[in-house]
């Protein structure tokens, strides 16, 4: 069962990051991911990415989850499992190989560690299992495009041949929130108080998962852009797989929301989310245990110290 609420840990991850990718299917393009709500107030200007080919950086991208888990099942009785996570630190290593003409960049990145942070309050025995779960992720890299209006495609990522098929997953479903680091920005000129919605699908143990994220224009510079993000996420039955582990979702809603700064120029962006998710789901070719699960998670992006 700790597989299980580790996956959840790091599957749950992607839904509560602060950005948008493109929704399951053809690929889309920029105006189809963004619904304007409304333009924002004079003066109104262009939000675009500016990369650089050859720039380099280090990216932390750091979570914390609290899990009550409540099972039933009709041999092994009634139980309640509650898990506090500490905060586990990614280190990313971000870099812009070349830059096309039309300003789309083709980035590398690279997973350097995989840890519980060194200020966070945990004892021992937790902080070694936990190190040592997510020692798989060191040594996951790939590559995609960046887009100056803030999408992504080409995306490939590549596993150590060690990782398991379960992490697996769960890195797949990780890669959904860096799609999300580079929002999608209007094609036209926005101002102060201007509001898009992106609505994407995305995977969450194998499930279908209907998400709108709502952005609102705060602060805004020649250099950077400081957004609030409200999101929501929805998913009715239908069925789930873990591993071996399969079974039907019941219910799952998610609601967050934080505030996200967006340097035009670089490749690591400041975010903050916070989110409430709650899920039914049922484990057996016959719905034999049920499962309901609260989780609040905490998503923390910047550049590296």
Known sequence: MRS??????????????????????????PDELVDVIGVGAQPRVPLRYRFVAGQTELMDFEMTSATTMSFADPTLGDRTQHTDVPAIRTRIKMDVAS????????????????????????DAAMRETLDAAMQQFVGVHGSMTLTPRGTSRDIDIQFPDAMTPAMRDSINQTMEAMKRMYIAFPRDPVGIGAQWEIRAQLPVMGATVESVYRYTLVEATPTWVKLSVVMLQTAERQPIQHGMMKGNLATLT?????????????????????????MAFTIGDHDEMKVSATMQLGILIRPAR
């Open 4 to 29: 299980l609420l580790i996956f959840l840990m790091i599957g749950c991850a992607s839904a509560p990051a602060p950005l948008a990718p493109p929704p399951v299917g053809a690929p889309a393009t």
């Open 99 to 122: 830059l096309d003409p039309n300003g789309d960049a083709h980035a590398r990145f690279s997973y350097l560690s995989t840890k519980v942070a060194p200020e966070a309050k945990v």
């Open 254 to 278: 998610t609601k967050g929301r934080g505030v996200a700064s967006i340097p035009f120029t670089k490749l690591a962006p400041t975010a903050k989310i916070d989110s409430s998710t709650d």
